[in-house]
């Protein structure tokens, strides 16, 4: 979306919006190690203009101490409803994170950039995406609706002249966030979860110090104040108890070189908003808000930099744990961030990035391996 998708290292690339759904290397979402039970009973079907009159059963997703024994604790979601903004694609930490809210019984709406609708929806109907909609059991994620979604424009008044005329956002309406938040009402009454996955920074590209302020408040807009507008307009339709959740990278605290455009200081930004959301949601709504730093991802938007496969494998040489990070990883915490086990986690950033956030020095320095 103008605020669209491209959160963890997922760099956003300097295109007016990418989704924020960002895929592995490999190109596919799995939702893995969690073990489900029940079986949904029937395939299930998308809607993706109006919401799906059939319902289906949920899952009850459970951390096994192995292959046989006692279950371990639930990560129970059923009955539960998510809003996700940001999905765009079936590659990348937003569809990640659909899929194991999903596989725990959540239902889930998504938030589409409006220039990307048309191409998603189609691909939905024409089941481009059954593969990587495949849930542990083998049935399929159901997106009970799609919702087009521009989340740098609060309300219809804030739309340019230009963005109004423009043919990419023909044929779609109601998609700023307070029309979004007042039809998701409209159709459902309330959510209990709602997830940010959505960046964008047109001169990524650039160094800071080569950075216009026109693309610095673009990044900022786009990347962190559009998790508060989110949150501001659908926290009244948010059951009390439930939680929301966002996505960083850990260049909002260490240098980045070629992470630039603002990007770096909107991740800061959007950290320390988790921290003041959290007390604000939490007292006014009895909502938790978190964010996860999730490690580099190789999505398409990432690859529109130039040098995400040099971060993957940097990140894999040089992190504690010497193995390829996956988006069901990323996942599999959203999961557990929005569940009932995390009751008492709020306003955390919690990294997901097989620990390359502790390193202080690179293992594979030339200074070092001589």
Known sequence: MSASAATGMKMVSARPCISASQGMLASRVAVSRIETTARFASCPKICCSRPLSSKRAGFVVRAMSGESGPQGLPIDLRGKRAFI???????????????????????????????????FETSLRRGKFDESRKLPDGSLMDIVKVYPLDAVYDS?????????????????????????????????????ILVHSLANGPEVTKPLLETSRRGYLAAISASSYSYVSLLQHFLPIMNPGGASISLTYIASERAIPGYGGGMSSAKAALESDTRVLAFEAGRKGKIRVNTISAGPLGSRAAKAIGFIEKMIEYSYVNAPLQKELLA??????????????ASAITGSTVYVDNGLNTMGLAVDSPTITS
């Open 156 to 192: 219809p008044e804030d739309v340019p002249e230009d963005v109004k005329s423009n043919k990419r956002y023909a044929g779609s309406s109601n998609w700023t966030v307070k029309e979004v938040a007042e039809t998701v009402k409209n159709d459902f009454g309330s959510i209990d």
């Open 328 to 341: 069901d990883e990323v996942g599999n915490t959203a999961a557990f961030l929005v569940s009932p086990l």
């Open 85 to 119: 903004a940001g999905v765009a694609d079936d590659n990348g930490y937003g569809w990640a994170i659909a899929k194991a809210l999903a596989a725990a019984g959540a239902e889930i709406l998504v938030g589409t950039w409006v220039p990307a609708l048309n191409i």
